[in-house]
Structure formats: structure tokens, C-alpha cells
Antibody, heavy 126, light 107 residues
Framework: EVQLVQSGAEVKKTGESLKISCKGSGYRFTTYWIGWVRQTPGKGLEWMGI????????RYSPSFQGQVTLSVDKSTSTAFLQWSNLQASDTAIYYCATTRIVVLNNVVAATSFDIWGQGTMVTVSS | EIVLTQSPGTLSLSPGERATLSCRASESVRSNYLAWYQQKSGQAPRLLIS???SRATGIPDRFSGSGSATDFTLTISTLEVEDSAVYYC?????????FGGGTKVEI
């Protein structure tokens, strides 16, 4: 069974750094790209970016470019989402999910998100 | 970016009834690259439909998707109590991919 298991809830202060994880199991980790999605009550679901575990090729939504960094560790089948300078506006639930890609006007983009992790709640306060 | 508008905001129905959820795009969705998700309270979203009409693995056939261009529909033919959830559409025909605001189905 394909499964993604995410790291636990985090409570941080503004300005701190954070790295959350998403571990894949039940499949060859390089078969699918991993996407990240943010969910907030105000903005709903937002696509953040995708990364290919095979070569760490990462593509970001313009809204999140420069704000977060995606990475993977192939040896442990784990993907990561990290921040270097958390803001209160980063308070949200973050989901990882498997996805495939499509090339649109020479731009690599995610397709649907097939298998989701359980989510990681991140709370940032001053 | 493509804006997806879902309606109605909330749908209150009884078990056995039919639910029709709408997702309207601000511009045509290329190749009908549209997906639907179900999110129950406290859970992650679950993929129901991709490519506007293809059910994901393990999804009951009471869920069906239809539509093209700017107008898409998710139909739940015979509602069950377990179908209470928020349903989201998502387009991946244009980057950045975007999600609709959701329709809450109460049973």
C-alpha cells in the first residue's frame, strides 16, 4: 500500500527555522513526484511546489518561490519542506502528496494529487 | 492564474438523494485537466476524480465527474451518511495549479 507519513505538529516562534518531513512507503520512492499543499481557513488549499525524488528537481509555485525550500533524501524515501524565517502567516496545515507531471507551455507542472500524507500542523506565534 | 468557483457553498441533503456540485473556471481548463477531492473533518483530502471524469482507484461508482472547458460537475448519485465532507475541485491545465473554495455536503 502506497503511504505517506508526515512528521508531527510543530509550534514555533516568528523568525525561527523549521523542516518538516514526509516519508514514503509501499512503493519505489522515485516513481512519483512529491507535491506540497498548504491549507488555511482563509485561503483554502494552495499548491506550494513539487520535487522529483530521483534527482531533487524542484519546481515552486510563484507564491512560494523563495519562501520555502523543498528537498529529498532518497536513501530514506523522505521529502522535506523547510523555512528559514517563519512568519505568523505560515500557520497552516501542510500536506505532502504523490503526483505526476505534465508539461504545459514548456513548464513542468503537477497533475492531480493521488495519495496524501496525514498533514502537519504548523503554528507560528510571536 | 485560473480561478475556480464552486457552488453551492453548502448542500444539505438526505441519505439516498442525489448531490450535484459545480466547479466553474475563469478560463478554459486545458485537456479537461480537472480533479475532485473529498475532505472529511480532520482528515487529508482524498482524490476522487481526475481528468474530469476518471474515478481514482477504490472510489465507489456513485461518484462521477463530468464537464469540459469552464464548467465541471461532481455528482454523487445516491448519498450515504459517510459522504458528509467538503469537496474541492482542482485544475492542472495551467500553472500554477489552483483549487476551488470547496462545497460542504451535509447529510
Amino acid at each position: 500500500e502506497v503511504q505517506l507519513v508526515q512528521s508531527g505538529a510543530e509550534v514555533k516562534k516568528t523568525g525561527e527555522s523549521l523542516k518538516i518531513s514526509c516519508k514514503g512507503s509501499g512503493y519505489r520512492f522515485t516513481t512519483y513526484w512529491i507535491g506540497w499543499v498548504r491549507q488555511t481557513p482563509g485561503k483554502g488549499l494552495e499548491w506550494m511546489g513539487i520535487i522529483y525524488p530521483g534527482d531533487s528537481d524542484a519546481r515552486y509555485s510563484p507564491s512560494f518561490q523563495g519562501q520555502v525550500t523543498l528537498s529529498v533524501d532518497k536513501s530514506t524515501s523522505t521529502a522535506f519542506l523547510q523555512w528559514s524565517n517563519l512568519q505568523a502567516s505560515d500557520t497552516a496545515i501542510y500536506y505532502c502528496a504523490t503526483t505526476r507531471i505534465v508539461v504545459l507551455n514548456n513548464v513542468v507542472a503537477a497533475t492531480s494529487f493521488d495519495i496524501w500524507g496525514q498533514g502537519t500542523m504548523v503554528t507560528v506565534s510571536s | 492564474e485560473i480561478v475556480l468557483t464552486q457552488s453551492p457553498g453548502t448542500l444539505s441533503l438526505s441519505p439516498g438523494e442525489r448531490a450535484t456540485l459545480s466547479c466553474r473556471a475563469s478560463e478554459s481548463v486545458r485537456s479537461n485537466y480537472l480533479a475532485w477531492y473529498q475532505q472529511k473533518s480532520g482528515q487529508a483530502p482524498r482524490l476522487l476524480i481526475s481528468g474530469a471524469s476518471s474515478r481514482a482507484t477504490g472510489i465507489p461508482d456513485r461518484f462521477s465527474g463530468s464537464g469540459s472547458a469552464t464548467d465541471f460537475t461532481l455528482t454523487i448519485s445516491t448519498l450515504e451518511v459517510e459522504d458528509s465532507a467538503v469537496y474541492y475541485c482542482q485544475q492542472y491545465g495551467s500553472s500554477p495549479l489552483t483549487f476551488g473554495g470547496g462545497t460542504k455536503v451535509e447529510i
